[in-house]
């Protein structure tokens, strides 16, 4: 193979993994944000509707 190729998939795998860490940080801090609005949720039905809560867990 000649140089311009070997460079071209070497910048191809750093951009892969450049990708694949951006993407688990986003998945990582989407998750986090979902996690702390549900718990943000549960925190106002229960303090609400303290039965309500009860019911959804039987």
């Given at each position: 193979m000649s140089s311009p190729e070997v460079m071209l998939q070497a910048l191809f795998g750093v951009f892969v993994v450049l990708g694949i860490v951006a993407g688990l940080h986003?998945?990582?801090?989407?998750?986090?944000?979902?996690?702390?609005?549900?718990?943000?949720?549960d925190y106002r039905v229960e303090h609400r509707f303290p039965l309500l809560l009860h019911l959804t867990w039987i």
């Open positions: 986003y998945r990582e801090s989407l998750i986090c944000i979902c996690i702390h609005f549900l718990r943000y949720r």
